[in-house]
């Protein structure tokens, strides 16, 4: 297989979320190449309500394809200020451009120094390769 990309500006969760800094304590979450390249066909997408508070670790949504229904989980504690709308109706797109237009949520994380916890690109890489 070939090797997925995982660009360096993200960070990477082992749940296979990335998470790009937007603004102060804003953060953009989507799933990364290799978890839409694992489920296929991306044909369902299930997000929370802009306003809905998530905790780091626990689902916060869904993501169905032809081959599987899987969770999002949150990678940080913090408000959904942002939804993809978009995504919902077409959630092709996640397939089509994961880190950009297939993007799922944007979050207020609680505490921004909590970033420093996630996977680099690197870090990240190694997950994947097993």
């Not at 090797?3 to 749940?15: F, I």
């Not at 937007?22 to 991306?42: K, P």
């Not at 993809?84 to 993007?103: H, M, Q, R, S």
Request: aromatic letters at 6%; hydrophobic letters at 40%; charged letters at 25%.
């Amino acid at each position: 297989m070939a090797a997925q990309s995982a660009p360096e500006e993200l960070r990477y969760t082992e749940d296979h979320e990335w998470v790009a800094e937007r603004t102060e304590g804003v953060v953009r979450v989507g799933i990364t190449e290799y978890a839409q390249d694992q489920l296929g066909d991306v044909v369902f997408v299930d997000l929370p309500e802009a306003g809905s508070t998530v905790t780091s670790g626990e689902s916060f949504g869904e993501v169905e394809s032809t081959k599987s229904v899987s969770e999002i989980y949150a990678p940080l504690d913090g408000e959904i200020v942002a939804v993809n709308d978009v995504v919902t109706e077409t959630p092709e797109l996640i397939n089509a451009d994961p880190y950009g237009e297939g993007w799922l949520v944007e979050i207020r994380v609680s505490d921004p120094d909590t970033l420093d916890g996630l996977l680099d690109a690197e870090a990240y890489q190694r997950v994947i390769a097993g």
